[in-house]
């Protein structure tokens, strides 16, 4: 993943566009005589905004920009993320280019198999906090495919986490894994 300034203008314009779309959405009731309606969708923008913006505290920020990225990639293709962070990763003990290396198949990985699936494309992704260390959960929804497309990006993230010691598990039906970050020693 490049992380220069073509990525950081493309994530703008990206957001740029997204925020005028929802005030071409909130006028669009408000010219038809339904103001109850741009509220409700005000709200529901608001709330959408507050929780992806969640991530932008995580640290390190090269961990957060590339969720940023990661959620605007997932846009383009219709997949909708659910996010639920427990922790902002203070105490994380790896660096943040190592971080984002791991993170980065993982993410792909996800992607790919939601971005199979006919409908209902959602990936669930829960970061939390565990003795273990920082939890990083994906769930697609989707099945393992048998044809073997998704066992390349597979490969990849068990090659990273085991380059750099980090526990990994996962499931197949449905595809689910799970990545734990350590932690600084003596941290919570």
């Known amino acids: ?3 220069g ?13 997204e925020f005028l779309n929802h005030l071409q959405v909130i006028l ?29 505290r995580l640290k390190p920020p090269e961990v957060a920009f590339q969720c940023q990225l990661k959620l605007e990639e997932a846009a383009r293709y219709q997949v909708s993320v659910e996010v639920q962070m427990e922790t902002e990763m203070e105490e994380l003990l790896l660096p943040g280019e190592i971080a984002t290396a791991l993170l980065e198949p993982a993410w792909d990985l996800a992607l790919s198999a939601v971005g199979r699936k006919g409908e ?11 003795e273990e260390g ?12 048998e044809d073997g497309s998704l066992d390349p990006l597979l490969a990849e993230l068990e090659d990273k986490a085991g380059k750099y010691q980090v526990p990994f598990s996962w499931s197949p039906y449905p595809l689910e894994f799970s990545l734990w970050l350590p932690r600084r020693v003596g941290s919570p």
Do not use: C
């Not at 300034?5 to 566009?17: A, T, V, W």
């Not at 103001?35 to 959408?48: D, F, I, M």
């Not at 209902?120 to 565990?130: C, H, N, R, V």
């Open 28 to 56: 669009g009731f408000l010219q038809l005589g339904k103001p109850e309606r741009a509220l409700v969708y005000t709200k529901e923008v608001a709330a959408k905004i507050e929780k992806n913006g969640r991530l932008m």
């Open 120 to 130: 209902g494309k959602e990936l669930f992704l829960t970061i939390s906090e565990t």
């Open 5 to 17: 300034p073509g990525d950081f203008l493309r994530l703008l314009r990206g957001q740029k566009h």
């Open 1 to 3: 993943m490049g992380k």
């Open 134 to 145: 920082y939890r990083w959960h994906f769930n697609t929804g989707a099945e393992y495919f």
